[in-house]
């Protein structure tokens, strides 16, 4: 597993400098002068000139990114944002917490509700709670994060007063964003946990525990549930990624103070450190935890070897 670890973290150096090039060249491609839009619609070309020489943006293009790219691996070095003169670390480290702790919760919020649903829809197929996930589904996956947002916050803010519309520091300011996020999740989670229960229950191993008299909870839960896990487990690690992709519109919706919200600010302005920053940081998010979830298959399944 040692090795198997190790080969993975050796990839992962040369995909995050793919993704550093992709995002320096589209960053770059985009029209307009980076210096002026730092510096702002009212100032002397002197201090355009002089942000250019600070940042090296005066010199060709492969240079400056051979710059950044020594910086980072020298010095762990994400330069400074073009309009708070801030470290982009300082930055990532100020809003990285709250983009984690809006992942989580509707991550948990996922799993804790959409699982149970689906084992209970599988329990029951074709019967009235079926029909109702299989709504669900199609509503929650649908629905987009922005538009779900307002809608929320128009009812359970607006209208009854019950929860703060934005912001964040208590747990009612959480709960409508984790909901935005996680609700097409937990139809994710719902429907795949139906089908893979519906594949296990009807395994040979299951009939026997019922012939020798099992009860039933421990049946699905012991036996059928961890036989179905690994397929939720992957999807878990797919759908982590995406659920921080969808963070990025959800803080914004909710003036929530993550790495999203701090990614789209900057580009709007083309604050390039900030943004190649923040998508470095999300990408080695993503693949840390899908390593994570493939270690897991070797907890859920002994037979599962790494090579």
């Known amino acids: 597993m040692l090795n198997y670890v190790i080969r993975r973290l050796l990839l992962f150096v040369p995909m995050l400098v793919g993704i550093s090039i992709a995002v320096f060249l589209v960053m770059h491609a985009i029209p307009g002068d980076i210096a002026r839009m730092a510096a702002g619609p009212d100032a002397a070309e002197s201090d355009i000139e002089q942000i250019r020489q600070n940042h090296g943006l005066d010199k060709p293009l492969h240079q400056q990114y051979f710059l950044y790219l020594k910086r980072l691996v020298t010095e762990g ?12 670390t300082e930055g990532i480290a100020r809003t990285l917490p709250a983009t984690l702790e809006l992942a989580t919760a509707g991550m948990l919020l996922a799993v804790i ?21 299989t709504a669900l589904a199609v509503v929650g996956i649908s629905a987009p994060g922005f ?59 299951i009939r026997t ?47 929530w103070p993550g790495m999203g919200r701090y990614m789209i600010d900057a580009i709007m302005v083309r604050d390039i450190y900030v943004v190649q920053g923040t998508i470095l940081v999300f990408a080695a998010l993503v693949v840390l935890i899908n390593l994570l979830v493939d270690l897991a298959y070797g907890l859920l399944d002994p037979r599962i070897t790494y090579a």
Not at 77 to 88: H, R
Not at 238 to 249: E, K, S
């Open 147 to 205: 538009f779900l947002g307002l809608l929320l916050m128009l009812l359970f803010a607006s209208t009854l007063g019950w929860l703060p519309p934005t912001g964040r520091g208590s747990w009612q300011q959480l709960v409508m964003p984790a909901v935005t996020l996680g609700l097409p999740y937990i139809a994710t989670f719902s429907r795949l946990a139906r089908s893979s229960m519906l594949d296990v229950l009807g395994e040979d191993y």
């Open 77 to 88: 070095d994400l330069g400074e944002s073009f309009q708070t003169y801030a470290p982009v």
């Open 209 to 255: 525990a019922y012939a020798k008299g099992v009860a039933k909870p421990r049946v699905v839960l012991r036996h059928a549930l961890a036989n179905a896990s690994i397929p939720l487990v992957t999807t878990f690690g797919t759908d982590f990624g995406r659920l921080l992709g969808g963070a990025v519109i959800v803080e914004t919706v909710f003036a």
């Open 113 to 133: 509700v959409g699982v149970p649903l689906g084992i209970v829809a599988a329990l029951r197929p074709r019967g009235m709670l079926d029909s109702a996930l």
